[in-house]
């Protein structure tokens, strides 16, 4: 069984970098037919996919446009989690972020437990 | 900003079978799998039916998925009152590179 362990603080200020991280229990972040995404789901924008990055002899990584400046996704093998970076965060950007398992048939199977990010000053 | 289209709300007593549909184009219903999304208040997204109309192990077969040409619709039959929720659709869009959601479906059982 899968399962995705989120971490990382609550409340930011504008301008701040938001960062949060997944700790993966019962696959591998290296897997070869996953891939490790971040979703994050606000009232104004409804649930928005963010980006991924999966392995396949290589990593690659994919971004929304809409966030494309801003955000940066890294594995960590050594750890066997991944993480969400999104610089000069905005009060736009407060939601709750989750982060999830693509799967080989491309839904996201396996959720975190979603993390509320606020910015305010 | 979502660009599948999802009535915001639908209904029905115990046992009564309901339908929600998910309207997009042809650069993203129209030429991939459609994916369908449970959630319950305060917890995060369940995978219902993935690939138009499958349904992972553990979902009841009282749920069901479709999909012709640009539209995609769920359909619960034999509403529970567990199944009070909120329904999402989702599916990747080519145009945009992006995994796309609906507008969502509140699901009230009377």
């Known amino acids: 069984q899968v399962q995705l362990q989120q971490s990382g603080p609550g409340l930011l200020k504008p301008s701040q970098t938001l960062s949060l991280t997944c700790a993966i229990s019962?696959?591998?972040?290296?897997?070869?037919?996953?891939?490790w995404t971040w979703i994050r789901q606000s009232p104004s924008r409804g649930l928005e996919w963010l980006g991924r990055t999966y392995y396949r002899s290589k990593w690659y990584h994919d971004y929304a446009g809409s966030v494309k400046s801003r955000i940066t996704i890294n594995p960590d093998t050594s750890k066997n989690q991944f993480s969400l970076q999104l610089n000069s965060v905005t009060p736009e950007d407060t939601a709750v972020y989750y982060c999830t398992r693509t799967s080989f048939h491309r839904d996201f199977d396996y959720w975190g437990q979603g993390t509320l990010v606020t910015v305010s000053s | 900003q979502s660009v599948l289209t999802q009535p915001p709300s639908a209904s029905g007593t115990p046992g009564q079978r309901v339908t929600i549909s998910c309207s997009g184009s042809t650069s993203n219903i129209g030429n991939n799998y459609v994916y369908w999304y449970q959630q319950l208040p305060g917890t995060a997204p369940k995978l219902l039916i993935y690939?138009?109309?499958q349904r992972p192990s553990g979902v009841p077969d009282r749920f069901s998925g479709s999909k012709s040409g640009t539209s995609a619709s769920l359909a619960i039959s034999g509403l529970q009152s567990e199944d009070e929720a909120d329904y999402y659709c989702a599916t990747w869009d080519d145009s945009l590179n992006v995994y796309v959601f609906g507008t969502g479906t509140k699901v009230t059982v009377l």
């Open positions: 019962g696959d591998s972040v290296s897997s070869n037919s996953a891939a």
């Open positions: 690939t138009n109309n």
